[in-house]
């Protein structure tokens, strides 16, 4: 059982994998209930037939298209972050007419938008294609990150990019692939193939609005078992990526950035060094950064574990991070100098690390180690004008021949990343601070090669 203070919930759910019942009130979530329809029309339009998964500012739901009858994601921002969020106008700018297969931008496209009115107040409801997380895959699809996957996220960040849009949270838990078999379902199939677990809400508080909260909190649909079980061939065509959650990103116009989404440990330079060395709350970043958290990321997505070396992550000190980016960067700017010299730090070598690391993507069986370090040390650079684009990373040699797995065939699907941070973990997406840091890495998952 769990006590939000305000609501009781359960009994056995557990807490993390459903939104807190508590963030069901004025300004927070809008209540809904499987079955409810929401939308334009008469009836309206789209009716809720799963809950696909929540994050710090929505929850988001698998739902039937009654018009073009289709299943879309229904992603119901919190009432009060609904007036501020630029994740609509990114969203329409980032729409591709008529993409066509091998012409796809590989970035989640809005089918429709809307505003919802609950007992919580006015919410954004943003009309998807639904896709399957990346941090869902099981083994069978994990057989499937191949290089072409890593070439396909940087040509999404390229035409991100090209957009005039920074992502701002550019990391494992916001990819996923499309799922175009999830359209053969029809609204009762889902229903009898998958019986939704919910657990009931109630309120302890004679002040709790009834209206407020929904009468149950739902687990969220496992996309990748019910495809394995029911759309067992969906697992044979190449793998198609989507970028998703543009809910931190910004169009690069010269105004002020939001406060990044990333969590710490893909956080650029140059937010994260005068953030913790100048107390700077808010450092300007742009499309670069994202270039240096998709560095950090393809590591994870090869190993499963984070760039940085030998990293306690319980008791990580946020101060030291910029030791560990001059040691991975194998550079200190003069700006960086005191401070890297005030803290003790037991640098190693640089080129030793990248041995190392190219000795673990080895014994992963990643294909062309060095091929890949050479291609996230361009990446890892401290001085963001010193990134290369993304579109001049879809140059590098390394994806010459990108139709190869990054994984070689020899080596089974568990060497693939099946500890990269999952459920409530890869959702974090708090300030950086300390308890983000211990969700996105548990202690194991970092540097095994030492
Ligand atoms: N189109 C989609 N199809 C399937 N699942 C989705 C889709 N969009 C989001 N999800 C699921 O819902 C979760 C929350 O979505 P999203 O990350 O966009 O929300 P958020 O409120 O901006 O949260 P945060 O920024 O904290 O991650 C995702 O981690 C994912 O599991």
Known sequence: MS??????????????????????????????????SVGPGTPP????????????????????DGVERRNVALKIVEAKSTAGSQELNVLERLRAPNSTAGQEPYVIQLLDSF?????????????????????????????QVTKDVLRQLIEGLAYIHGHGIAHGDFYSANFGFAVPEIDRFEELEFWEQDNPRIWPVIPFSPFCDPH????????????????????????????????????GAYV??????????????YLAPEIVFPQVALNKEDPPWDQRSDIWSLGVTF????????VYPNIQVIHFDDGQLPHYMAHISGEIPDAWRDYIDSRPW???????????????????????PAGLVRLMRRMLVLDPAKRPSAQELLDDPYFSDSAKNVVGSAHPPTLLPTDIPRGEEALSHESPQISSLDRIESPTTVDTVR
Not at 258 to 263: C, D, H, Q, Y
């Open 3 to 36: 006590d939000d203070g305000w609501l009781f919930v359960g009994p056995d759910a557990l807490l993390n994998e459903y939104e807190p019942s508590q963030s069901y009130t004025l300004g927070g979530l809008c209540p809904v209930k499987l079955g409810d």
């Open 45 to 64: 339009r789209y009716r809720i037939l799963f809950k696909l998964g929540f994050g710090s500012f929505s929850t988001v739901w698998l739902a039937r």
């Open 115 to 143: 505003e919802h009115t609950s007992a919580n107040g006015i919410h954004q409801v943003l009309v998807t294609e639904p896709v399957l997380p990346l941090l869902a895959l099981d083994s069978t699809f994990q057989r």
């Open 212 to 247: 407020s909260y929904p009468p149950y909190l739902c687990d969220n649909l496992d996309l990748s078992e019910f495809l394995s079980r029911w759309a067992p061939d969906s697992v044979e065509h190449p793998l198609s990526v989507r970028i998703y959650d543009f809910g």
């Open 252 to 265: 690069v116009d010269g105004s002020a950035p939001p406060r990044p989404a990333t969590p710490l440990f």
């Open 299 to 306: 590591h994870n997505l090869v190993t499963g574990g984070g």
């Open 346 to 368: 037991p640098s190693s070598m640089t080129e030793e690390f990248w041995e190392r690391r190219k000795a673990l993507y080895a014994q992963r069986g990643v294909e062309d």
